[in-house]
T-cell receptor, first 113, second 113 residues
Framework: NAGVTQTPKFQVLKTGQSMTLQCAQDMNHNSMYWYRQDPGMGLRLIYYSASEGTTDKGEVPNGYNVSRLNKREFSLRLESAAPSQTSVYFC????????????FGQGTRLTVV | KQEVTQIPAALSVPEGENLVLNCSFTDSAIYNLQWFRQDPGKGLTSLLLIQSSQREQTSGRLNASLDKSSGRSTLYIAASQPGDSATYLCAVPPWSSARQLTFGSGTQLTVLP
């Protein structure tokens, strides 16, 4: 089972460049999430989508935009990358009910120079 | 704001030893608590999910307990193996926003052969 698939796995950007991180899940989950993981800061929620057609800000949304393209796909866009956005980005999904597990992708390691 | 703490930050044990990892949280109004494993350079793998109404959850050599009133959870690993070496993270969604997981910083476990 593929679960949650993220692309790309690695990316190097120059300051000011833009890019989109892609995420797809095949578990028919309603909710999807984007987190970033930084040393000493742990995992922090950037944006989430409770269901198809909705998106909400998390703890650290500045500098990011998201699109819930359909039930399977949730993309994260950096419009003008900054060195502070150097991080490992994780996509996750869960069913719509509150008491269900979250499943994570393998991550995208992004470096902004 | 929910805060999740994991102590110790790192733990090294000889193979075969039973061990306990700790997780504490400041707001006891939670939907559930989830334990994850993260291998270096990899994503998060869900290990156990304890519902707020449960006291324990078991999977193989893993046993997780939850004491909401004291804001604590423990992950017990029996008969540890070198393959258990990884970072273990706990996460809770607050009652006010069930889908927004707050993560601890993790305990890095090394099991020595």
């Amino acid at each position: 089972n593929a679960g949650v698939t993220q692309t790309p796995k690695f990316q190097v950007l120059k300051t000011g460049q833009s890019m989109t991180l892609q995420c797809a899940q095949d578990m028919n989950h309603n909710s999807m999430y984007w987190y970033r993981q930084d040393p000493g800061m742990g995992l922090r929620l950037i944006y989430y989508s409770a269901s198809e057609g909705t998106t909400d800000k998390g703890e650290v949304p500045n500098g990011y935009n998201v699109s819930r393209l359909n039930k399977r796909e949730f993309s994260l866009r950096l419009e003008s990358a900054a060195p502070s956005q150097t991080s490992v980005y994780f996509c996750a999904s869960s069913d719509s009910a509150a008491n269900t597990e979250a499943f994570f992708g393998q991550g995208t390691r992004l470096t902004v120079v | 704001k929910q805060e999740v703490t994991q102590i110790p930050a790192a733990l090294s044990v000889p193979e075969g030893e039973n061990l306990v990892l700790n997780c504490s949280f400041t707001d006891s109004a939670i939907y559930n608590l989830q334990w994850f494993r993260q291998d270096p350079g990899k994503g998060l793998t869900s290990l156990l999910l304890i519902q707020s109404s449960q006291r324990e959850q078991t999977s193989g050599r893993l046993n997780a307990s939850l004491d909401k009133s004291s804001g604590r959870s423990t992950l017990y690993i029996a008969a540890s193996q070198p393959g258990d070496s990884a970072t273990y993270l706990c996460a809770v969604p607050p009652w006010s926003s069930a889908r927004q997981l707050t993560f601890g910083s993790g305990t890095q476990l090394t099991v020595l052969p």
